[in-house]
Structures are given as structure tokens and as C-alpha cells.
């Protein structure tokens, strides 16, 4: 039996953007993937799923795609399949020195031109924000068949926007954020505990101060694409852009 791992026979990537990976793929090579996971109970052909919606038109459509992610975002929270379900989950993805890396953020603000996660700024994506502060963030609500996708320009908050959302957290979530040097390697868990359980001490009875490395970013769209999911794999898809950021915003349908 194969393990995931050894699907990839010809580059080995290291994920922290501290360091360089020492092995890096060439153009022209090739991966060998083995079919691992139809020798067990499922089969990928057994996940394979038609998405049926009414569609999306041009006419469908606002001019200004701040307005229509509005539109979306708040179908999904309204649709969302339970409690459990965080429609503000959205995939991050930063890249520095040809090196691309995503994880999952919550986004906690938009207004016409911003949309707001937060962070710590000396992880692996706020290194490689500071570094290349340019970003793509990706929607997916499966249980609408949709997709938007975001590429934009990233700047951090204002210190009192990430002082007043950073007060808005429960006091757990905010010794948390407090006591974890994000992306750093730890020893244990407990080494972690130890440095949360001395700050609860440090702050009993008072507010917790924002840490200095804490805060928000806000990516500004240069282009925005809104996928919704069609029979026969005939989906929908529509990209806004725009030269420059006073400029009206330009709409085409994108071949699916
Ligand atoms: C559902 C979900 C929501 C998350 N929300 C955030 C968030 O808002 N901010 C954040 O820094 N990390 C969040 N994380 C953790 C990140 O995915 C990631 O592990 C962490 O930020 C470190 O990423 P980095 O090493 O690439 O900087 C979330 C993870 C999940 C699964």
C-alpha cells in the first residue's frame, strides 16, 4: 500500500517559508500518481457530483463586484447547511520567491473595497504579505454550487481596527492569540499551556493588550471571478477587472 506521500516521486517540498525547500521540481518533470484510492471502499468516480442551479447571466450580474460578492456572501450565510458550517471560511493563498502556499482564514470584514481577515504578522503568510503583499482569497459554497475567486492587493488594518476586533474576541480566543508565535516550531503543547497559563496570571482581572505582531490585513480586488456550478460541467463563470482601481470594472464569461 501506497502512502500519500510517496505519490510524488520527483519534487519534495518543505512548507515552512522560512527556508527554501532544498528540492525543487524542474520544468518537464513529471509526477506519477498511483490510483491509491480506488483500491479501497471508494472510488473518486463514486464522488462525482452534478451541480444544479438556475445559472448565472451577464443580466444576473452587479456592475460593481464588491456588490455582488455582498450579494453571494449573504446567501451563504442565510443557506449555510448548519451551525457547524463557517460560510466566512475562506482559502488564503501568499507566495514569496516563486514558493505559493494556502491555508484557511476567517474573514471577519468587508466594505466596498476591502475585504478584512486577521492574523499574526510574523507567520508564514504575514511574512510573505509583508514581503509581496499581494493575495488571492477563494470562496467555495458547495452546497450553492459557487465559487468566487479574489485577487487583490493586501495592506494591514489600522491598529485600532485590530485593537477593536481584537477586544471583540472572546477572552479565551484573545490568551490564545497572545501566547502562540504562529508558524514557529514548538518543543510540546505544553510549552505552549505554560506560556498561555502566564499570561492568564499577567492580565487576571484586566483587558488583555493587543499583541504588537497581532492584526488585520485587508486585500483590495483587482479582479474577481463568481463561479456557479452547471449541469454536464457547463458552469457559469464571470470575471470582473479593471486597469485601475477609479477605473469602472470590466465583465466577460470565462470558458468554464
Ligand atoms: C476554519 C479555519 C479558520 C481559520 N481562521 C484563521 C484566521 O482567521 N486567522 C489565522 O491566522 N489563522 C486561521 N486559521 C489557521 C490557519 O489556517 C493557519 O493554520 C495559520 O494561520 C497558520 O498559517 P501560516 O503558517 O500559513 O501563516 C484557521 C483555520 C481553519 C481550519
New binding site residues.
Given amino acids: 500500500m501506497l502512502s500519500v506521500g510517496q505519490i510524488i516521486t520527483k519534487a519534495t517540498c518543505r512548507g515552512?517559508?522560512a527556508s527554501q525547500p532544498s528540492r525543487r521540481i524542474a520544468a518537464g518533470d513529471q509526477f506519477y500518481p498511483q490510483n491509491i484510492f480506488s483500491d479501497s471502499m471508494n472510488n473518486f468516480e463514486d464522488l462525482r457530483k452534478e451541480y444544479e442551479s438556475q445559472g448565472l447571466d451577464r443580466g444576473d450580474l452587479h456592475d460593481d463586484p464588491m456588490q455582488q460578492f455582498d450579494v453571494w456572501f449573504r446567501d451563504a450565510v442565510q443557506h449555510t447547511p448548519g451551525k457547524w458550517y463557517?460560510p466566512n471560511?475562506v482559502t488564503l493563498s501568499?507566495s514569496q520567491d516563486g514558493m505559493v502556499?494556502s491555508?484557511?482564514?476567517?474573514l471577519?470584514d468587508y466594505d466596498e473595497h476591502h475585504l478584512v481577515?486577521?492574523?499574526?504578522y510574523e507567520?508564514?503568510?504575514?511574512r510573505q504579505l509583508t514581503a509581496n503583499p499581494q493575495a488571492s482569497l477563494l470562496f467555495h459554497w458547495h452546497f450553492l454550487g459557487r465559487q468566487i475567486r479574489v485577487v487583490g492587493d493586501v495592506a494591514k488594518t489600522s491598529r485600532e481596527m485590530s485593537e477593536e476586533y481584537f477586544h471583540k474576541r472572546p477572552r479565551g480566543a484573545q490568551l490564545s492569540a497572545s501566547a502562540s508565535a504562529?508558524?514557529t516550531v514548538l518543543e510540546s503543547r505544553e510549552q505552549l499551556q505554560r506560556v498561555r497559563n502566564e499570561l492568564e496570571q499577567t492580565y487576571a482581572g484586566v483587558d488583555i493588550p493587543l499583541p504588537e505582531n497581532w492584526g488585520g490585513f485587508g486585500l483590495r480586488p483587482v479582479r474577481f471571478e463568481f463561479w456557479q456550478g452547471r449541469v454536464n460541467r457547463m458552469h457559469d463563470r464571470f470575471q470582473y477587472t479593471r486597469p485601475d482601481n477609479d477605473d469602472p470594472w470590466d465583465i466577460v464569461r470565462l470558458a468554464p
Avoid at 481577515?117 to 499574526?120: D, K, L, V
Avoid at 507567520?123 to 504575514?126: H, L
Fill in positions: 515552512n517559508g463557517e471560511a501568499t502556499t491555508r484557511t482564514v476567517l471577519k481577515f486577521f492574523t499574526h507567520s508564514e503568510k504575514g504562529q508558524s
